[in-house]
């Protein structure tokens, strides 16, 4: 089992939808959890961490279920210039585990 | 000018082949990584280092080798290539305080006929 699951998409949407990317994560003793973007054929970038209370970044908020050991993000309003993967990150013994990611493409 | 930098970015080799991949970085960070990325995998770690003294093996080591020649400087090498290490790597780096924010370099593509 991969220590952390992303359904791997496509997601195509219009412009200005919602959409909504759930990852989970398999050992509990995972510390801290982040959601990065990756553009295509470019590096990752931290896009925001993910706390217990959940946190918003303008049109982007982030939920984390510490006892389902589930992390979410919302992207509200979507524009073209979402379209990228998203990739599920969780921190674990100091070092990082990414999720496979989820491909957004959004349509005009 | 890129904080963090590889070369090559695209390189072509063929199996048995000894090559090196480069990372550099001005950022002045002590932890500096090594990652390769294959499709439907994600990102997976090679190696790691804390400071320059300080060399760690990752989820998928075998076959690689690596040298922090400096804090500023974490290289990569495949002894002998082999065709199931074509993917696409990356080099990151850390600060000590917040090593949970990871600076990637542009990437390498490598290519192992």
């Known amino acids: 089992r991969k220590e952390v699951e992303q359904d791997p998409g496509p997601f195509n949407v219009p412009e200005g939808a919602t959409v909504a990317f759930n990852c989970t994560y398999s050992?509990?003793?995972?510390?801290?959890f982040f959601w990065y973007r990756q553009d295509c054929r470019k590096e990752p970038k931290l896009l925001m961490s993910?706390?217990?209370s959940g946190n918003e970044d303008g049109r982007f908020t982030a939920q984390l279920n510490r006892a389902s050991q589930y992390i979410s993000l919302l992207i509200r309003d979507s524009k073209l210039s979402d379209s990228a993967t998203y990739l599920c990150?969780?921190?674990?013994?100091?070092?990082?585990?990414f999720g496979q990611g989820t491909e957004l493409s959004v349509k005009p | 000018d890129a904080d963090v930098t590889q070369t090559p970015r695209n390189r072509i080799t063929k199996t048995g082949k000894r090559i090196m991949l480069e990372c550099s970085q001005t950022?002045?960070?002590?932890?500096m990584y090594w990652y390769r990325q294959d499709p439907g995998l994600g990102l997976r770690l090679i190696y790691y280092?804390?400071?320059?003294?300080?060399?760690n093996k990752g989820e998928i080591s075998d076959g690689y080798s690596v040298s922090r020649q400096a804090q500023a400087k974490f290289s990569l090498s495949l002894e002998s290539a082999i065709p199931n290490q074509t993917a696409l790597y990356f080099c990151?780096?850390?600060?000590?305080?917040?090593?949970?924010?990871?600076?990637f370099g542009p990437g390498t593509r490598l290519l192992v006929l």
């Open positions: 990151a780096t850390s600060p000590r305080q917040q090593q949970e924010t990871q600076y």
């Open positions: 993910v706390y217990s």
């Open positions: 990150v969780v921190k674990l013994g100091g070092k990082l585990i």
């Open positions: 280092s804390f400071d320059v003294k300080d060399i």
């Open positions: 950022k002045g960070h002590d932890r």
């Open positions: 050992n509990s003793a995972s510390q801290s």
